[in-house]
């Protein structure tokens, strides 16, 4: 039989290139040994021949494990139906990086050629992953601390490598405490989310990454983690003042869902019920996500309601007279910006989306501009 013979820690990658025949080796006698045909072996499968394999596998993390925060719950839904960047402002232990980490498993499973994108960057950074766990489990999730450096997160280095922005490609990219970043950091961030790609420069080279993933983030009202005017509060408004201002307007807007995770009741708490599972979010999710592919199949790289341009948002994100007075009098309200009134928009054609509408209706557009309406708090 023809093929190749790789070793055992990167034969499983090559598997997946299509009519090749891959054989694994431990050693050169193994090798030796298999060419003269003392012995013989089977080539690897590759795990997209059948790509339902083992996708019914139960996850260890799932959303039906989270207790109350059924307002973040929906908003996380809609967020994830459209691929939009999501925040979550709330007190310690309410839960806000508990529902971050379950968001990879309500999101639609990898399509073959996005399995490959996220392969070739994490070879490029000399990070090993297991084809077979990836392409029947879930996204990638990347949770870097909030002492990161520009370069660990954009990528570079003396040779310029991935950063977490590219690792987190088709995926998730979670920052926890997000006021805790420094702003340097955060400002670098502006640009590949608009662009979905990372250009890095040095002496020695110039390149172009991938970095098109899902925004989640998460922070606490104020220094202290309680909202200002509670009891146990200790911060003065300029301390507060300091902490938010470390979020620029320019990065909330390109946040597009802002919520408030709010602290959870002692019966929450004690409740025995399960909330829904991912498995039956993700279901949801999928039939929104099968609407765009039909709407978007002629539109090159626009996969998601949030990756539209100008011109898709004035084809397919037309509100009536009515919905158009309602979102200026939201502009004028929490004095949004240009780039906030297209993004709202983008969340009320997702909302239509789950609820099966072709057009947007005024409950769409209300429930994406209740979405907006911290941003302008946090300046």
Do not use: W
Request: hydrophobic share 40%.
């Amino acid at each position: 039989k023809s093929g190749v013979l790789l070793p055992v820690e990167t034969a499983r990658e090559a598997a997946l290139v299509n009519d090749v025949n891959v054989y694994a080796v431990s050693s050169l006698d193994e090798t030796v040994r298999f060419l003269r045909g003392d012995i013989t072996m089977e080539p690897l499968e590759n795990v997209f021949k059948d790509p339902e394999n083992g996708r019914d596998a139960e996850h260890e993390l799932d959303f039906a494990d989270v207790k109350g925060q059924h307002a973040v719950r929906r908003a996380v839904e809609v967020a994830v139906a459209g691929s939009h960047n999501f925040l979550m402002i709330g007190p310690p232990g309410s839960g806000k990086s508990m529902i971050a980490k379950r968001i990879p498993t309500i999101m639609p499973y990898l399509q073959e050629d996005e399995f490959l994108e996220i392969l070739q960057i994490h070879s490029a950074a000399g990070k090993g992953i297991d084809p077979r766990s990836t392409a029947s489990g879930t996204r990638p999730y990347r949770a870097p601390h909030h002492t990161i450096s520009d370069v660990g997160l954009l990528g570079g280095g003396s040779i310029p490598g991935p950063g977490e922005i590219s690792l987190a490609h088709n995926g998730v990219l979670f920052l926890d405490e997000l006021p805790e970043f420094r702003r340097s950091v955060l400002e670098v961030l502006r640009q590949p989310m608009e662009d979905g790609e990372v250009t890095i420069s040095r002496s020695a080279a110039k390149i172009t990454l991938p970095c098109d993933f899902m925004l989640i983030a998460a922070m606490n009202p104020t220094p202290s983690g309680f909202a200002p005017g509670h009891e146990q509060s200790r911060d003065t408004p300029s301390q507060i003042e300091r902490y938010r201002s470390k979020i620029s307007g320019p990065l909330l807007d390109r946040i597009d869902i802002q919520v408030e995770a709010p602290a959870l009741s002692l019966d929450e708490l004690q409740s025995k019920r399960s909330g829904e599972s991912s498995a039956l979010m993700r279901e949801r999710i999928e039939k929104a996500r099968a609407v765009q592919a039909t709407r978007f199949e002629n539109a090159a790289g626009v996969r998601c309601n949030a990756a539209m341009g100008h011109r898709l948002l004035e084809r397919h994100c037309v509100l009536s007279a009515e919905n158009q007075q309602i979102l200026k009098h939201a502009m004028e309200q929490l004095k949004l910006s240009a780039r906030a009134y297209d993004r709202i928009r983008k969340v009320a054609r997702t909302i239509a989306d789950l609820e099966g509408y072709v057009q947007i209706e005024s409950p769409h557009l209300l429930e994406a501009i209740q979405y907006r309406s911290l941003d302008r708090d946090l300046l």
